[in-house]
Protein backbone atom coordinates (compact mmCIF):
# COMPACT_ATOMS: atom_id res chain seq x y z
CA UNK A 1 0.00 0.00 0.00
CA UNK A 2 1.56 3.41 -0.96
CA UNK A 3 1.30 5.96 1.31
CA UNK A 4 2.50 9.86 1.20
CA UNK A 5 2.80 11.61 4.21
CA UNK A 6 3.48 15.16 4.18
CA UNK A 7 4.64 17.17 7.17
CA UNK A 8 6.23 20.55 7.96
CA UNK A 9 3.55 23.36 7.53
CA UNK A 10 2.47 25.35 9.98
CA UNK A 11 2.37 29.38 10.70
CA UNK A 12 5.32 31.91 9.65
CA UNK A 13 5.36 35.32 9.12
CA UNK A 14 6.16 36.58 5.48
CA UNK A 15 9.95 36.66 4.42
CA UNK A 16 10.25 33.90 6.75
CA UNK A 17 11.03 29.81 5.68
CA UNK A 18 9.61 26.52 5.81
CA UNK A 19 10.46 23.21 5.00
CA UNK A 20 7.79 20.86 3.74
CA UNK A 21 8.65 16.70 4.24
CA UNK A 22 6.97 13.97 1.70
CA UNK A 23 7.88 10.62 2.97
CA UNK A 24 7.19 7.47 0.95
CA UNK A 25 6.17 4.25 1.83
CA UNK A 26 5.15 1.45 -0.25
CA UNK A 27 6.87 2.81 -3.13
CA UNK A 28 10.83 3.41 -4.14
CA UNK A 29 10.53 7.02 -4.14
CA UNK A 30 14.27 7.40 -6.10
CA UNK A 31 12.33 5.38 -8.98
CA UNK A 32 9.25 7.94 -9.16
CA UNK A 33 8.40 11.40 -10.85
CA UNK A 34 7.63 13.44 -8.15
CA UNK A 35 5.95 16.62 -7.28
CA UNK A 36 4.76 19.72 -4.61
CA UNK A 37 1.41 21.40 -5.72
CA UNK A 38 -0.71 23.69 -3.76
CA UNK A 39 -4.37 24.75 -3.20
CA UNK A 40 -5.29 28.05 -1.71
CA UNK A 41 -9.37 28.62 -0.52
CA UNK A 42 -11.29 29.03 -4.01
CA UNK A 43 -8.45 28.38 -6.24
CA UNK A 44 -7.49 25.41 -8.18
CA UNK A 45 -4.72 23.07 -7.44
CA UNK A 46 -0.90 24.13 -8.74
CA UNK A 47 1.52 23.37 -9.44
CA UNK A 48 4.92 24.43 -7.19
CA UNK A 49 7.77 22.02 -8.27
CA UNK A 50 9.07 18.54 -9.18
CA UNK A 51 11.86 16.39 -9.86
CA UNK A 52 12.48 13.82 -12.29
CA UNK A 53 14.37 10.50 -10.64
CA UNK A 54 15.86 10.25 -14.07
CA UNK A 55 17.02 13.21 -14.05
CA UNK A 56 17.46 14.54 -11.05
CA UNK A 57 16.13 17.42 -13.25
CA UNK A 58 14.03 19.98 -10.97
CA UNK A 59 11.05 22.11 -12.46
CA UNK A 60 9.21 25.16 -10.54
CA UNK A 61 6.24 27.08 -11.13
CA UNK A 62 6.76 30.55 -11.63
CA UNK A 63 5.55 31.85 -8.88
CA UNK A 64 7.79 30.36 -6.39
CA UNK A 65 10.66 30.11 -8.82
CA UNK A 66 14.16 31.67 -7.18
CA UNK A 67 12.41 31.10 -3.77
CA UNK A 68 11.48 27.52 -3.32
CA UNK A 69 13.69 24.41 -3.96
CA UNK A 70 12.78 21.12 -4.18
CA UNK A 71 15.21 17.77 -3.29
CA UNK A 72 14.94 14.16 -2.31
CA UNK A 73 16.67 11.91 0.22
CA UNK A 74 16.52 8.31 -1.60
CA UNK A 75 17.85 7.10 1.36
CA UNK A 76 15.03 8.12 3.53
CA UNK A 77 12.44 7.83 1.07
CA UNK A 78 11.49 11.28 1.63
CA UNK A 79 10.84 14.10 -0.72
CA UNK A 80 11.21 17.39 0.53
CA UNK A 81 10.49 21.66 0.03
CA UNK A 82 12.30 24.34 1.08
CA UNK A 83 10.62 27.51 0.40
CA UNK A 84 12.46 31.05 1.29
CA UNK A 85 10.74 34.24 1.09
CA UNK A 86 7.79 33.04 1.74
CA UNK A 87 4.64 35.65 0.99
CA UNK A 88 1.37 36.23 1.46
CA UNK A 89 0.36 34.43 -1.34
CA UNK A 90 1.96 30.95 -0.64
CA UNK A 91 -0.62 30.71 1.91
CA UNK A 92 -2.46 27.43 0.73
CA UNK A 93 -2.68 23.03 1.04
CA UNK A 94 0.78 22.03 0.32
CA UNK A 95 0.51 18.53 -1.40
CA UNK A 96 2.84 15.89 -2.70
CA UNK A 97 2.34 13.32 -5.08
CA UNK A 98 4.57 10.79 -7.41
CA UNK A 99 4.09 9.00 -10.43
CA UNK A 100 5.99 6.06 -12.49
CA UNK A 101 7.98 7.51 -14.76
CA UNK A 102 6.91 10.18 -17.29
CA UNK A 103 7.55 13.20 -15.80
CA UNK A 104 6.32 15.49 -14.00
CA UNK A 105 3.24 17.41 -15.46
CA UNK A 106 1.44 20.44 -14.27
CA UNK A 107 -2.32 18.59 -14.27
CA UNK A 108 -2.94 17.08 -11.16
CA UNK A 109 -4.89 14.05 -13.10
CA UNK A 110 -1.62 12.81 -14.50
CA UNK A 111 -0.56 11.81 -11.28
CA UNK A 112 -1.23 8.31 -9.34
CA UNK A 113 -0.52 8.97 -5.65
CA UNK A 114 -1.22 11.86 -3.68
CA UNK A 115 -0.62 12.74 0.30
CA UNK A 116 -3.08 14.19 2.70
CA UNK A 117 -1.96 17.82 2.45
CA UNK A 118 0.07 20.50 4.93
CA UNK A 119 -1.25 23.79 5.71
CA UNK A 120 0.85 26.32 5.58
CA UNK A 121 0.21 29.72 6.36
CA UNK A 122 1.61 32.74 5.78
CA UNK A 123 0.68 36.32 7.83
CA UNK A 124 1.92 39.52 7.93
Known amino acids: QVQLVESGGGLVQAGGSLRLSCAAS????????ASWFRQAPGKEREFVAG????????YYGDSVKGRFSISRDNAKNTMYLQMNSLKLEDTAVYYC?????????????????WGQGTQVTISS
Open 97 to 113: ASRLGGGVPLERSEYDY
Open 26 to 33: GLTFRRYD
Open 51 to 58: LRWSTTRE
